[in-house]
């Protein structure tokens, strides 16, 4: 009889996400992706005036604002009839580089990198360094406090997973714990770009209708790019390494956490100011076969999902209408589809359209990572994959976005005039730090009539649709190893690789008989 393991809740992650799932000789047999928890952002913008949309559109989230507000602004030039200038858009590039630079090294260290580091490693260091002693102190402190049965606080590193997960060499584990210290560095360092051209972090106040409201002058120009240059050091000499050190020691994760191999991508970072050319392209990927993007196959469904209408409807139409206690529903997100299937968003599908795409810096780019690692193109559609693909995008956008800031030009136009229109509507599809985005309004008598978003892990972290087909992370938990039940480590990585972002708490349901719940950290 299949065996049922609650995880609650996954943390590591934004937000809050339980798990449920049923097992079978030793993995994940079925897995039911379920977020808990009604916000409503569509009904809170119902209603207002259209250039507040971003102000409020960005609030979805804290650690991605920047990308909502992107969106949210490209909703408004399509309404409005407007395009930014130059400085305009090349402003939003690095307002939305900044924030993508943090995202990255934010998941991998923070998030991600202690599935796999052994953080009481820490307590063979002999050298020193303040930081590391700190930490050394710490984990020694709360491992007496463990083994005496006493709580232990809730820390980074403690409680955690016990087993044979992690890293056996002692170096390793401490290398990476250092660079773990060094990475809160730099994404401070990031945060204050963002802050040079945005006013603050999470909710800066420069990308608007029309480009931007600061003005790319000298000083902040160099600013911008005095960070970036130390940023772009790290990441070629730190993460990108680390992540290629954690790929070769767990070479198994190329072969867990496989989706459909659909992929979305709605293009990332504008060439030009209307949009039409991006750093990044748009293009779907369904079973590893490239197509050209068309937004009008999109639809969000809700057979199992806690509203009381709405399914099927492209997001122009889209309702938000809550009911709690809707037969058989177990989530609050929504299920989108690209032509009827399920799409994986993110970083590794980005990559695998441009490759696919024969782009010029990212073939070349994962060529190399393939040849080092020994892996191919599928095996981006792995837990291993999603890593990979996210620190070769990083290492190419890093040195993209200098080209940016190096095309400022101070004392040019930076935004569009533009008046509120009567009626219109407008779509903004852009790629954030965690995939696909997008966000639709709709405007009657001046006013916000209908507005939906469709955030990266709305698609990735969907509940089944009105076919009954899961949705891409409940297909990637299926066939993930569970090697201790008390210690359902293997689910928890596959999650994590999707960097989800939940402004709503996310669950996994299932039937079957329940023989362990675990709350780690």
Not at 273 to 288: H, I, Q, T
Not at 354 to 381: C, E, I, Q, T
Not at 427 to 450: C, E, F, T
């Amino acid at each position: 009889m299949a065996k049922k393991i609650t995880i609650d809740p996954i943390t590591r992650i934004e937000g809050h996400l339980k798990l449920e799932v049923e097992i079978e000789g030793g993995k994940v047999v079925k897995a039911y992706s379920a977020g808990e928890m009604f916000r409503g952002w569509e009904k809170i913008l119902v209603g207002r005036n259209p250039v507040d949309a971003q102000h409020i559109a960005m609030r979805i989230c804290g650690v991605c604002p920047a990308i909502h507000a992107h969106a949210s602004t490209l909703c408004l030039d399509m309404a409005f009839g407007i395009h930014p200038p130059k400085n305009g858009r090349l402003i939003r590039n690095l307002l939305l580089g900044a924030n993508t630079i943090q995202s990255h090294i934010l998941h991998f260290y923070h998030l991600a990198a202690l599935d796999y580091v052994d953080i009481t490693a820490i307590a063979k260091y002999a050298g020193n360094d303040v930081e590391l002693n700190k930490i050394k102190a710490w984990v020694l402190n709360a491992l007496d406090q463990q083994n005496a049965g006493e709580p232990v606080a809730v820390g980074p590193f403690l409680p955690r997973y016990e087993g044979d997960f992690y890293i056996k060499d002692t170096n390793t584990n401490i290398a990476l714990i250092a660079h773990y210290i060094q990475a809160l560095t730099m994404r401070r360092k990031a945060q204050e770009m963002l802050t040079i051209f945005g006013g603050r972090m999470p909710h800066e106040l420069a990308i608007a209708p029309g480009g931007a409201t600061q003005d790319p002058t000298v000083d902040r120009i160099i600013s911008y790019k005095l960070r970036l240059a130390e940023l772009i050091d790290f990441i070629d000499n730190v993460y990108v390494p680390d992540v290629m050190a954690l790929a070769g020691a767990y070479p198994g994760e190329a072969k867990v956490g496989a989706s459909y191999g659909n992929y979305l991508v709605y293009g990332m970072f504008d060439e030009n100011e209307d949009s039409s050319v991006r750093y990044l392209p748009a293009g779907v990927v369904k079973n590893w076969k490239l197509e050209t993007f068309d937004h009008k196959k999109i639809a969000e469904y809700v057979k199992f999902s806690r509203y009381s209408s709405g399914s099927g409807l492209y997001p122009y139409d889209g309702q938000t209408e809550p009911e709690p206690e809707k037969h058989g529903a177990y989530s609050w997100v929504k299920a989108p589809r690209y032509d009827g299937l399920p799409m994986e968003v993110g970083p590794a599908a980005r990559m695998i359209v441009a490759y696919l795409s024969n782009h010029p810096d990212v073939k070349p780019a994962l060529d190399g990572a393939f040849s080092a690692l020994g892996v191919g193109l599928k095996d981006l559609n792995s837990t291993l994959g999603r890593h990979l693909a996210r620190a070769v995008e990083l290492k190419l956008l890093a040195k993209k976005f200098l080209t940016y800031v190096e095309a400022l030009e101070p004392g040019k136009p930076f935004h569009t005039p533009f008046q509120v229109p009567k009626e219109g509507r407008g779509m903004g599809l852009h790629d954030g730090a965690r995939g696909a985005l997008g966000h639709w309004i709709v405007i009657k008598d001046s006013k916000i009539a209908n507005y939906q978003a469709v955030v990266p892990t709305t698609w990735n972290a969907s509940p089944r649709d009105d076919k009954n087909v899961a949705g891409p992370i409940e297909k990637a938990l299926e066939g993930a190893p569970v090697a201790d039940p008390n210690n359902p480590m293997e689910p928890g990585r596959v999650v994590r690789s999707y960097d989800p972002c939940l402004a709503c708490a996310i669950h996994v349901v299932e039937g079957g008989k329940e023989i362990a719940v675990r709350r780690v950290i």
